[in-house]
């Protein structure tokens, strides 16, 4: 059994400013950078084997917080990118509400597959170790909702920097991915 300790990143510019970062690389604001310093120094005592984030900056700069804290280097992934929002990328948020969707916009099922891909090389590489993750908002929801079988509107929004810890079995398939 693997130990996930699956983070999002700290705050960032746009996060504040409400724009739809997607897979843009994004910037940790003042409070990001506290918030990913804070969450380092609650995991100071925690013995964690590796750490892994998205490859955008802003999961990158929160994981290197964190890992430097531990004296450690971290790996990145794409699996780990936040949702692909194509032509809504860059958009003021609260403007999207009743806009027809681009079809270049990464579906439900398709952001449902890079987590289960995800969980997959967590179970394969890190059998029996403890790894914590720094993802994205929409990319750490589809992780728990494949990894615990529900819907992704069942799994609770993380907030910037929280951790949560998940296990995933040695043996993990992940064959059940839903729409």
Excluded at 31 to 44: D, I
Excluded at 49 to 54: G, N, R, T, V, Y
Excluded at 65 to 76: C, G, L, P, Q, Y
């Amino acid at each position: 059994m693997t130990t996930l300790l699956l983070v999002r990143h700290g705050e960032t510019v746009d996060n504040v400013n409400q724009i739809l970062q997607g897979q843009t690389q994004g910037e940790l604001n003042e409070t990001g950078v506290e918030q990913a310093e804070k969450l380092a120094r609650k995991l100071s005592n925690t013995h964690i084997d590796a750490f892994i984030s998205s490859d955008l900056q802003r999961a990158e700069h929160t994981c290197k917080i964190i890992a430097e804290a531990h004296n450690k280097s971290f790996v990145t992934t794409p699996l780990l990118r936040e949702r692909d929002w194509g032509g809504f990328t860059g958009e003021f948020i609260p403007s999207l509400k009743d806009k027809v969707w681009p079809d270049d916009v990464e579906t439900l099922p398709q952001i449902k597959q890079r987590a289960n891909l995800f969980l997959n090389l967590i179970a394969q590489q890190y059998p029996n170790q403890t790894v914590l993750a720094v993802g994205h908002g929409i990319i750490n929801k589809a992780i728990q909702s494949v990894l615990y079988d529900k819907e992704m509107h069942e799994v609770e929004k993380m907030g910037n920097a929280e951790v949560r810890v998940l296990m995933v079995k040695g043996d993990w398939k992940g064959e059940k991915v839903k729409d």
